[in-house]
Structures are given as C-alpha cells and as structure tokens.
T-cell receptor, first 113, second 115 residues
Framework: DQQVKQNSPSLSVQEGRISILNCDYT??????FLWYKKYPAEGPTFLIS?????DKNEDGRFTVFLNKSAKHLSLHIVPSQPGDSAVYFC????????????FGQGTTLQVKP | NAGVTQTPKFQVLKTGQSMTLQCAQD?????MSWYRQDPGMGLRLIHY???????DQGEVPNGYNVSRSTTEDFPLRLLSAAPSQTSVYFCASSYSPTGARNTIYFGEGSWLTVV
C-alpha cells in the first residue's frame, strides 16, 4: 500500500514558467512533509519542508502548499530554471520520533531552455 | 551531501555472497537509516536506528542485517545476496526527526548488482 503517491512520473516545463509537482498521502498520522531533489548518481538533497500546522511554506523560488483535508501537497517552482531539472521526491513522516521517511515514487522534472 | 559517507560506491556480487555496505556520519546525528531506490518505487526504508545500540526494521528489511555500535557508523549487511537486491542503496542521518531540524542528510549512494 503506497502511503505517499506522486502520480505524475514526469513533467516538462519551459524555462521561466511555473513548475507544479503534486503529492498525495493516505496516512492521517503524517505531520511533517518534505521535498527532496535528486540528480543522477547523487544522493537526494533536502529542498523544503512543511509542518502540518501550516498550509504554506516559502523559500525563494520554492513554495510548498499543504491541504490537510485533501491529504495533498504541492511544490511550486517559480520561475523554473534548467538547473531545476532533476527527480523530485515527496516524503512524509509522523511524530513517532524515529526519523523514518516514507517516500513517493518521484517525479522527473525537465525544464527546457 | 553534508557528512554522510558511503562505501563502496559500486559493487558486483554473485548470488549467495555476503557483503557489508559501510556508512559513517560526522555530524553527531542520533538517527541513521538505510534506504533502497528501485525504478518506479521511490526510496524504501530498509532499517533504521534511533541511537547507538538501537535498531529497528523498516518497510523492506528481509535479507538485510544492521547493527549500531557507535553513533558514527551504521553498516548494512547482506547475508546471502539475491538478484532482487540489485539496487541503489542510500544511507541517511538526521539530528532530530521532528520540528525545523527534521532535515535528513543522504550519502551519495552505493550501486549494487547481484548476478
């Protein structure tokens, strides 16, 4: 049972436009959500996170929105740049103090110049 | 990737062989974990540790063994390698699982092929 789902395997956008990556979750015990970015042959790197007590968190060009009632979060990248081309993973964790992350399948973003 | 070191980076094993993937971090993080990444599956948790001497199973623990004798090291042992264990393995560590410091740092990955 996939508790965290990224239903779009890939996304292609033009440089300068907005990229929107989506993520759905099923476990209502999740209270902290993270986005990771991964380049080929490298480990994932932390991008941005959001606690369930918030509905929006912004960091430069990256904004994460959380809709708890819909169990949905999204990552907005504005404006998109070619260097943003990577695989983006959504992840979730609960308050069980174990540092465990449940990941989605990932979305490959391609930003075309 | 801040302070999480994995070795080896590449390894080819024969079915039935055993080996250990090494992971070390120098950030004094309490929490360490191992994930595997397979196509279309995202990253799945194998084993994790909340401190020296404490380990527990993740989503896909079968065929793997771990121990945590020090805060710095968290090796992953493959007891009898199988082709289904062909994957990319990531070690991760974090200071705290909650709040603003819930940032988990990943190593660069270990590519394992079992033939």
């Amino acid at each position: 049972d996939q508790q965290v789902k990224q239903n779009s395997p890939s996304l292609s956008v033009q440089e300068g436009r907005i990229s929107i990556l989506n993520c759905d979750y099923t476990n209502s015990m999740f209270d902290y959500f993270l986005w990771y970015k991964k380049y080929p042959a490298e480990g994932p790197t932390f991008l941005i996170s959001i606690s369930s007590i918030k509905d929006k968190n912004e960091d430069g060009r990256f904004t994460v929105f959380l809709n708890k009632s819909a169990k949905h979060l999204s990552l907005h990248i504005v404006p998109s740049q070619p260097g943003d081309s990577a695989v983006y993973f959504c992840a979730a964790t609960g308050s069980s103090n174990t540092g465990k992350l449940i990941f989605g399948q990932g979305t490959t973003l391609q930003v075309k110049p | 990737n801040a302070g999480v070191t994995q070795t080896p980076k590449f390894q080819v094993l024969k079915t039935g062989q055993s080996m250990t993937l090494q992971c070390a971090q120098d950030m004094n993080h309490e929490y360490m974990s191992w994930y595997r990444q397979d196509p279309g599956m995202g990253l799945r948790l194998i084993h994790y540790s909340v401190g020296a001497g404490i380990t527990d199973q993740g989503e896909v623990p079968n065929g793997y063994n771990v121990s945590r004798s020090t805060t710095e090291d968290f090796p992953l042992r493959l007891l009898s390698a199988a082709p289904s264990q062909t994957s990319v393995y990531f070690c991760a560590s974090s200071y705290s699982p909650t709040g603003a410091r819930n940032t988990i740092y990943f190593g660069e990955g270990s590519w394992l092929t079992v033939v």
